[in-house]
């Protein structure tokens, strides 16, 4: 469970990112948080990992707060936290494979992953989550040879490989086409129903998050301005949410939702094969 | 068409003054200079032509000059393994330093990085030879000691600036997973800049070949030695034939490493 309490975070240059910021997230969770690009999403994702860190407030996470804790509890408490980024973030000269080992590093000791010397189970577990993200038959090309979906379906099948129990995703299709981003969202609300693991996702379509959230919360300023089910959530929240009336570009078309249906059917019958 | 018109800046009111001036003084200065030498006797068109000959057309006729060439080969060998040995041991021990003077993995560090990489390279490779020869005497050892510390200083320069330049968004990928230091650079960096790595050492490999050879001349193995011991003693053929191989080998070295640095990159 993570909480945040009265958290707010003010950046060097005086911006500040956060404002008494107030959540509570259990276990296996599917939030979607949106709002305008500057709104705070990236850093409330980016404050649970404490890639950037809160000047303020609480923040419990299984009851401790992070905020206190030292270089050795962060390390230790960023291997139960995944994370998938807007560019995926892969070494790009590196295998595949490899990429998705390296998401076994915190619970591998510096000597055995100098000498890439991984446990068989977690080869294991690696090649498994490529399986379930559909490209495991890519393990040993070099990541720099695939195309964004394929790309950020390692970078999930990396974060599974962690084997945690909270996922961010910071803007996760916001450099992918409409049809390759539903296959990712796809895969990360199969994730969290299958292995129950709590998955934070920024976004910006506002009808991919109603789609696939079961909660929304929105931001703007820093704050928090909504937070609650998205089966209440109708285009007015949104208006609130981003102060102004909601464009065309704010959504994803219909018409690319059902290329998108087609390419994840062949995608499954790829995986049967 | 449009007709563009701009005026030309005037020239400042003293600049023919000047230009005549600068142009006098350059004809006063040579003229000094050449009244003042006595070219003639510095310079003899026959002496000159001779020895040319003896250098150039020497090695294909000279007896002498072709019998050793199987010795001056193994010399040259000699040189080609020096220098491979230092630049070998320097590329490797160039890595750590490198680190230490990147801005993006030794933060404030970097400074003393650089510090120390900059004075090993203000040392002359020669210096560096001549100290080597006097501590641990003459030989290939001296020869590789001198190209190994001065390959460090290069290489860990150029290394670093491939460091400063990589991708920094995997290693936060990696930070985020709760990955250790080492376990970033070693997953995270290395992976990146180990084929720029290897292309800068081969690079390096193809001048410290010619600069192996200079640091003969000062005892420290190879062909330098008999280099400098034929050239005193006025031995244009075998000076020639030295050049001569040396030339072929590191135009085939250079061949070589340019085709394998084309693959690495």
Do not use: C
């Not at chain 1, 005086?14 to 997230?25: A, D, P, R, T, Y």
């Not at chain 1, 860190?53 to 992070?66: A, H």
């Not at chain 1, 950020?152 to 049809?179: H, M, N, Y």
């Amino acid at each position: 469970m993570i909480e945040f309490k009265d958290v707010s975070l003010t950046y060097p240059n005086g911006h500040q990112g956060l404002k008494n910021v107030n959540l509570k997230i259990e276990q296996g969770e599917m939030i979607v948080v949106v709002g305008l690009s500057g709104a705070g999403k990236s850093t409330l994702i980016r404050s649970i990992n404490q890639l950037v860190k809160p000047t303020s407030g609480e923040l419990m996470v299984d009851g401790k707060n992070s905020l206190a804790f030292n270089e050795r509890d962060l390390r230790k408490m960023r291997t139960d936290i995944g994370m998938i980024f807007q560019s995926y973030n892969l070494v790009r000269r590196m295998s595949v494979l490899r990429n998705v080992l390296s998401g076994a590093l915190g619970r591998t000791s510096t000597v055995r992953s100098v000498f890439g010397f991984f446990k068989h189970e977690d080869k294991q577990l690696a090649l498994r989550s490529l399986d379930r993200v559909g490209i495991v038959e890519k393990a040993y090309s070099r990541a720099d040879q695939l195309s964004g979906g394929q790309q950020q379906r390692v970078s999930i099948a990396r974060a599974l490989t962690q084997k945690t129990k909270v996922f961010l995703a910071d803007e996760p299709v916001a450099s992918l086409d409409p049809p390759t981003s539903h296959i990712v969202m796809k895969d990360l609300r199969k994730i969290n129903r299958e292995d129950n693991i709590t998955m934070i996702v920024n976004l910006h379509f506002i009808d991919m998050a109603m789609e696939y959230a079961d909660r929304i919360i929105g931001m703007r300023n820093g704050e928090v301005v909504f937070d609650g089910p998205a089966s209440e959530v109708t285009e007015k929240t949104f208006e609130d949410i981003y102060g102004r009336p909601i464009k065309e570009d704010d959504k994803m078309s219909e018409q690319d939702e059902e290329t998108a249906e087609n390419e994840t059917a062949s995608h499954k019958e790829g995986d049967s094969a | 068409m449009r007709e563009i018109e701009i005026t030309k800046p005037k020239k400042p009111p003293m600049y023919w003054v000047k230009l005549g001036g600068i142009i006098a003084f350059i004809i006063i200065a040579y003229s000094v200079a050449f009244t003042n030498l006595d070219l003639d006797s510095a310079f003899r068109w026959e002496q000159a032509s001779t020895m040319l000959q003896r250098l150039i057309l020497g090695p294909f006729t000279d007896a002498a000059a072709i019998e050793r060439i199987p010795e001056l080969f193994m010399m040259m060998m000699e040189t080609v393994a020096i220098a491979y040995a230092g630049v070998l041991a320097g590329s490797i021990l160039a890595i750590p330093f490198a680190f230490f003077a990147s801005r993006n993995i030794a933060k404030r560090g970097s400074i003393g990085g650089k510090g120390i990489l900059n004075g090993i390279r203000s040392f002359p490779e020669l210096l560096f030879a001549i100290i080597f020869v006097s501590a641990v005497g003459i030989g290939p050892l001296a020869g590789v000691l001198a190209i190994t510390i001065n390959s460090v200083g290069m290489l860990g320069k150029l290394y670093s600036e491939v460091i400063e330049s990589i991708d920094q968004k995997p290693l936060e990928a990696l930070r985020a997973s709760g990955a250790g230091k080492i376990q970033v650079i070693w997953y995270g960096v290395l992976p990146q800049v180990l084929p720029e790595f290897m292309s800068y050492a081969l690079y390096r490999y193809e001048i410290d070949l010619r600069s192996a050879t200079v640091l003969g001349m000062v005892g420290a193995g190879g062909l330098g030695a008999p280099l400098i011991i034929a050239s005193r003693s006025r031995e244009w053929e075998q000076v020639g034939m030295m050049l001569l191989i040396i030339i072929v080998v590191v135009t085939l070295v250079d061949i070589l490493s340019r085709n394998i640095r084309k693959r690495i990159v």
